[in-house]
C-alpha cells in the first residue's frame, strides 16, 4: 500500500526527472550523469555483558558516500571547475555540494542534498565499443539531506565549527 501511495497523478519519479548540481564555491556547474548513487547510515556500537542480549547501545557513528557515472566530457568539465575553486591542492582535495533535484508533472519537487563532498577515487575502464566513454568517481560525503531532513542531528563539533567559522 505504501508504494501506491507514492503516486500523484498516476506519474513516478524516473532518472530524466533528475537534475543535479555542483558548487564549490564561487564555481557551480549542472552535469548530467548518467547513474548516481548515495547512501548514509548510522551503525550503533552495542555493549554486552554475559547473555546473548545487549545490555545498552550507543547513539552510533554515521557515515555516507556517494558514487556517480558520467561522460568523460562531463568528468572533464566538473574536474576544470573543481581545480579552479578557491583554495590550496588539487580538484580531490576540493569540497563541494551536490543537490539532487527530481520532479514530475503535477507532484511536489523533491531536494537532496550531499554536503561536504570530495572525490576519493575516478576511474575509467574503456572498451572497443560504439558507446560514449564515461568515467565514475567514488565521494566522501560528509552528510546527506534528503528532502532538507538531517538523519542526525549536529554533534559538538559541528557547533562548534558553526560558532567558529569552521575553523
Known amino acids: 500500500m505504501g ?3 507514492t503516486l500523484i497523478n498516476g506519474h513516478a519519479f524516473d532518472f530524466s526527472s533528475i537534475k543535479l548540481s555542483f558548487s564549490a564555491t564561487p564555481v557551480s556547474v ?3 550523469a548518467l547513474a548516481i548513487n548515495y547512501q548514509h547510515a548510522l551503525e550503533p556500537e552495542e555493549l554486552r555483558g554475559q547473555g546473548p542480549m545487549p545490555l545498552y547501545d550507543t547513539t552510533g ?3 555516507s558516500s556517494a558514487s556517480l557515472e558520467m561522460y568523460l ?3 572533464r568539465a566538473l574536474r576544470k571547475n573543481l581545480a579552479a ?3 590550496a591542492g588539487g580538484y580531490m582535495q576540493k569540497r563541494f555540494d551536490i543537490t539532487v533535484n527530481y520532479a514530475e508533472s ?3 519537487a523533491v531536494e537532496d542534498t550531499l ?3 570530495r572525490v576519493i577515487r575516478a576511474g575509467k575502464a574503456y572498451r572497443r565499443s560504439t558507446e560514449p566513454l564515461t568515467v565514475s568517481i567514488d565521494l566522501y560525503v560528509r552528510q546527506v539531506l534528503e528532502d532538507g531532513v538531517s538523519a542526525v542531528e ?3 563539533g559541528e557547533l562548534i565549527s558553526g560558532l567558529t567559522g569552521g575553523l
Open 3 to 5: 508504494a501506491l501511495s
Open 30 to 32: 549542472e552535469i548530467e
Open 61 to 63: 557513528i554515521y557515515s
Open 73 to 75: 566530457s562531463e568528468w
Open 85 to 87: 575553486a578557491p583554495g
Open 106 to 108: 503535477g507532484e511536489t
Open 115 to 117: 554536503r561536504g563532498c
Open 154 to 156: 549536529a554533534g559538538f
